[in-house]
């Protein structure tokens, strides 16, 4: 019997996220304060007042996302987790909330990531695509029958029969057309930015690769399920490792949370904005509590 906290990625953001938390507690003002004064911008302003297009730019988004997910976790009277994952950006949020990193530390890699990943789509255009109804072995294997001559991966297999994939334009183009063909029931490009966990981001995590190295990280008290191997994880050393894999790695979320589930969670409480991930936990063992 064991508690799990997970936090949301890119794409949870929404106009006036946080507002509430800040206003009612002083804590929450502290750590948003500090976050405007390391960033060197007021990110508070645009969260609190700035429109959803405001919030989709990349080096806002991603550290938003982080304070709001942070601030709320460390609001919650609940007991300490005995595990904690996060999917994608969401692995900085728990990072933080397993102790292996200093809040304003990880704040600092989320805008350093968000930056290498804003110039990364700029070197390498590249796009996303949701994909339901199909295998996950089966979406991997016509990835793969495309990939002899241009980028296309699974980047996040969210829960049975929901994966994204990612990669060129041309590539997620034609992946989509022969993924329906062999029985999806939808292949639907996304509205994102660039080829999120896919070869194109390599510029990304070199740029990244810096200041993680330049990071120090902490023994986590409780394990952290991470997304490049969806294993628990609890050295340090192990935990950076696989934090710079992350950029060009897949998402395995399913397999995270089946998982925790195999090591004895529970209960789930997920922390941040919106709640997909409470949706995707569901769908991936229906007869877990969610919080």
């Not at 996950?136 to 991966?153: A, G, S, Y």
Request: charged content about 20%.
């Amino acid at each position: 019997m064991a508690k799990a906290f997970v936090f949301p990625g890119q794409g949870s953001q929404f106009p006036g996220m946080c507002r509430d938390l800040y206003d009612a507690h002083a804590e929450a003002r502290e750590m948003c304060q500090a976050a405007d004064r390391l960033l060197g911008f007021s990110l508070t302003a645009v969260m609190f007042d700035g429109t959803a297009e405001d919030l989709k730019q990349t080096n806002v988004t991603q550290p938003a996302v982080f304070l709001h997910s942070v601030v709320a976790q460390r609001l919650m009277t609940i007991e300490k987790p005995d595990m904690v994952a996060g999917h994608s950006l969401g692995e900085f949020s728990a990072l933080v909330a397993c102790g292996a990193l200093r809040f304003e530390d990880a704040l600092l890699l989320v805008s350093a990531r968000a930056k290498a990943m804003q110039a990364a789509c700029e070197q390498n255009p590249g796009t996303m695509a949701a994909v339901l109804g199909l295998e996950d072995e089966k979406v991997v294997e016509i990835c793969n029958q495309i990939t002899n001559d241009h980028v296309v991966v699974a980047a996040n297999f969210n829960c049975p029969g929901q994966v994204v994939i990612s990669g060129e334009v041309d590539a997620i183009d034609a992946a989509c057309v022969a993924l329906k063909e062999a029985g999806a029931r939808r292949a639907l490009r996304l509205p994102v930015g660039g080829a999120f966990h896919s070869p194109l981001m390599q510029p990304a995590a070199e740029d990244l690769a810096a200041a993680i190295n330049k990071t120090e990280f902490h023994k986590p008290f409780c394990p952290i399920y991470q997304n490049v191997t969806a294993q628990a994880s609890v050295e340090p050393e192990i935990i950076r490792e696989n934090l710079l894999k992350q950029l060009t790695a897949p998402v395995r979320w399913t397999q995270s949370v089946q998982n925790m589930i195999a090591d004895g969670a529970n209960e789930f409480y997920e922390f941040g904005p919106g709640d997909v991930l409470k949706g995707l936990i569901r769908k991936i063992d229906a007869n877990i509590t969610v919080g």
